[in-house]
T-cell receptor, first 115, second 114 residues
Framework: DSGVTQTPKHLITATGQRVTLRCSPR?????VYWYQQSLDQGLQFLIQ???????AKGNILERFSAQQFPDLHSELNLSSLELGDSALYFC??????????????FGAGTRLSVL | AQTVTQSQPEMSVQEAETVTLSCTYD???????LFWYKQPPSRQMILVIR??????QNATENRFSVNFQKAAKSFSLKISDSQLGDAAMYFC???????????FGEGTQLTVNP
């Protein structure tokens, strides 16, 4: 168990809908990362939050947004869903301390199926 | 931009034998980190081993070791005494200085034959 919790494990929805994926980082970790894993794109970085603030953006679509709350949990919102958004979405967290360990621990993922 | 390449989509090994998975990367940074993650059928991403670029000594974790060649930008993973539980997709990953994103390779699917 990595200590990173993602809910729900599975999500089935229809095109055009909106969903919210939730992530609780490991205790003490300030950084949260979101990644998308799909058959055609592989594992791609979407966005990073550090202590409530957006720190880095990757290949995240404008239809997608995220936030990190004061208790450090994070949510990834996906809207106007398309068939191509079907993927496994991972959340990872890291402590980002001065030692620069930079080890990211992954949650079990949320499998999104858009029908 | 940094890139990571795994040229072996699939590999197989006999139980108890040794196998090496290849990875090359491209970066202009001098300070960075390299990782191998394992993704079994459960789809969980599990950290196998980590290498800091400024350290010349190759990292080892029990049966797992790396061959880090900084000048060649090569980072291979050696699995000794392979076990059935080692069967998984293995991803090589790069990150810059502390607190930055992971860039993943395409993955190598490892099969362990009894």
């Amino acid at each position: 168990d990595s200590g990173v919790t993602q809910t729900p494990k599975h999500l089935i929805t229809a095109t055009g809908q909106r969903v919210t994926l939730r992530c609780s980082p490991r205790s003490g970790d300030l950084s949260v990362y979101w990644y998308q894993q799909s058959l055609d794109q592989g594992l791609q970085f979407l966005i990073q939050y550090y202590n409530g603030e957006e720190r880095a953006k990757g290949n995240i679509l404008e239809r997608f947004s995220a936030q990190q709350f004061p208790d450090l949990h994070s949510e990834l919102n996906l809207s106007s869903l398309e068939l191509g958004d079907s993927a496994l979405y991972f959340c990872a967290s890291s402590v980002d301390d001065q030692a620069g360990k930079n080890i990211q621990y992954f949650g079990a993922g949320t499998r999104l199926s858009v029908l | 931009a940094q890139t990571v390449t795994q040229s072996q989509p699939e590999m197989s090994v006999q139980e108890a034998e040794t196998v090496t998975l290849s990875c090359t990367y491209d970066t202009s940074e001098s300070d960075y980190y390299l990782f191998w993650y394992k993704q079994p059928p459960s789809r969980q991403m599990i950290l196998v081993i980590r290498q800091e670029a400024y350290k010349q000594q190759n990292a080892t974790e029990n049966r797992f070791s790396v061959n880090f060649q900084k000048a060649a930008k090569s980072f291979s993973l050696k699995i000794s005494d392979s076990q059935l539980g080692d069967a998984a997709m293995y991803f090589c990953a790069y990150s810059g200085p502390s607190g930055s994103r992971l860039t993943f390779g395409e993955g190598t699917q490892l099969t362990v034959n009894p």
